[in-house]
């Protein structure tokens, strides 16, 4: 089965043809980051209007990088949730006409599943059960796959995403934006022992919660008692203050749930330091690590694609009069408050 992905949910505007689920033929993206750079953070009007100029030739580019037909396209997947309002119409306006045109299906995806799928798009063999932490922008989820569309979330941020935190600690520091990538940079040439942030909600193991927001404002104050203080020091101690819970919470996931493995998703998945500890995590607590490349980590079309593939062979495709959900939630299997559950 031949799959094109659509992205237009945030900031990128993606396209990708990807076969059987996980063979990824073609897969290009167009970022608006310098666009919504001026501004600190994404402007939705102009988010939307530059996915409409960026879609046509996206998706065009990425029919011919995979060099195929498009009548041999099988299905359309695009995101149709979360995110925001006007970018996701644009993509699923034009997924929806397209696959009117070519008389195929068309699958819209939820947006966090396809941060799940990523990893198999580089390996199909990953085996279930397996937690997935899954750190976004908007996001930050520890969750417990048990099958395809099964997903138990065992905690998840009470305030700020991860990503939220690298890009308002970022703007604070005046590294830029977006911010993740900036303090990853920065803080290669600092001291991750030189400050002690704190680690919120770390005492209890049982609690697999996580809160950035006293991490962020923990970080103002010390700046403005220590305005001299080298900013590498504080984004090398900030990050690592962020990965020290993300990595012992996945860990304490892994644990109690008995998975196989841990896996990455989301933006902040790209970061060097995360990837590092949690390979080494793994290696000690003798589960399987597996990080998808950072390309994939951040939005991509390729992931959705994969998601759409999965979906269609579960529930068939989506009804053409299905529009746009912003505030989309990720399917969650329940269960019983025996198991200490939601
Ligand atoms: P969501 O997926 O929750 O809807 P989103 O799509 O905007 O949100 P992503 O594109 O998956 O989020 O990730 C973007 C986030 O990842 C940003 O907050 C960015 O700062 C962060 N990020 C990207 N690269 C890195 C890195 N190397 N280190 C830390 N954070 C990073
Ligand atoms: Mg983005
Ligand atoms: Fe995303």
Known sequence: TVVLGIETSCDETAAAIVMGGNDVVSSVVSSQIEIHADFGGVVPEIASRAHLEALNPVIARAIVEAGIDEQRIDAVACTHGPGLIGALLVGVSAAKSLALAWDV???????????????????????????????????????????????????????????EAFDKVARFLDLGYPGGPAIDAEALNGDPDAIRFPRALSDDPDNLDFSFSGLKTAVMNYVRKHPDVSSADVAASFQMAVVDVLVTKARRAAQVTGAKGIVLGGG??????????????????????????????????????AAGWYRLASDGPTDLADGAHPNLKLPLIRFDDADGGV
């Not at 899954?134 to 048990?146: C, D, P, R």
Request: overall charge negative; glycine content about 10%.
């Open 105 to 163: 299906p068309y699958v819209g995806v939820n947006h966090l599943e396809a941060h799940l799928y990523s990893a198999f798009l580089e390996d199909p063999t990953l085996e279930f059960p397996m937690v997935v932490l899954l750190v976004s922008g908007g996001h930050t989820m520890l969750i417990e796959m048990q099958d395809h569309g099964r997903y138990r979330l065992l905690g998840q941020t009470i305030d700020d995403a991860a990503g």
């Open 268 to 305: 902040v998945a790209a970061n060097s330091l995360l990837r590092e500890e949690l390979l080494g995590a793994c290696a000690k607590d003798g589960v399987r690590g597996f990080l998808p490349s950072r390309s994939m980590c951040t939005d991509n079309a390729a992931m959705i694609a």
